[in-house]
């Protein structure tokens, strides 16, 4: 996919760089050079430019892009101003990032397709794994749903998943296990990596240290960490 970053401060910069290293086309921009020169070897393309001017916008690939993404934190003016110069020029999909509750209903009233709120979103995680600290991270799906990864429970360990009866007892659904796997890297050296095994089945052995990727509602996992 194509994406426009706009914006490389430390959320802007890390999400382009990591759509780039899952091998996506990323141009990546600012206005301060030093931005562009701390990421340029780490991008597909780096562009130094205004986002609020409207003759700049122009030089960008925005119809050719799957997705644009607004990534400006510092100065909501600029934000708003670049979202409406980037609506004019017809994106495919258009994401911005706000910061207040204000921003987020302007850019919401500018029709811009999804908003995000990258320090709110990572202090929620946060907290939801400092509440139940068997909780190694969290994917809110809905008001009730979530996406969680926990440890597996030492007295799971050795049972199948069939034995363990996670559906039937927890109402949860485990979608895939992860687990530490040893894997040399290029330079031959050795080290522990976490990897799913992929789709489990009944008759998957749960083992000591595995991490368990499981959907369910808060208070039937509650209920399961509490048990």
Do not use: W
Not at 119 to 143: G, M, N, P, T, V
């Amino acid at each position: 996919m194509k994406f426009i970053i706009i914006g490389l401060g430390n959320f802007g910069a890390s999400l382009a760089i990591k759509l780039t290293e899952m091998g996506h086309e990323v141009i990546g921009v600012d206005k301060r050079q030093e931005k562009i020169e701390a990421v340029k070897d780490r991008l597909t393309f780096t562009i130094c430019l205004d986002s609020t001017n409207p003759a700049a916008i122009k030089n960008l690939p925005v119809e050719e892009s799957d997705v644009v993404i607004v990534a400006i934190g510092e100065d909501e003016g600029a934000s708003i101003l670049t979202t409406a110069l980037i609506k004019q020029n017809n994106p495919k999909r258009l994401i911005g990032r706000a910061i207040t509750v204000l921003h987020h209903s302007v850019l919401e009233a500018m029709g811009v397709d999804e908003i995000v709120h990258p320090e709110e979103e990572a202090a929620y995680r946060l907290a939801k794994r400092l509440e139940l600290h068997q909780i190694i991270d969290s994917f809110e799906i809905s008001e009730k749903y979530s996406i969680y990864e926990i440890t597996v429970p030492s007295d799971l360990a050795g049972k199948t998943i069939g034995e363990s009866e996670f559906r039937q007892r927890y109402n949860m659904n485990i979608i895939t296990i992860i687990r530490k796997k040893k894997r040399k890297n290029i330079l031959g050296v050795t080290r522990e990596v976490k990897d799913a095994i992929g789709v489990v089945m009944p008759d998957t052995m749960l083992q000591e240290g595995d991490l368990l990727v499981v959907f369910s509602k808060k208070e039937d996992l509650d209920m399961f960490l509490n048990g």
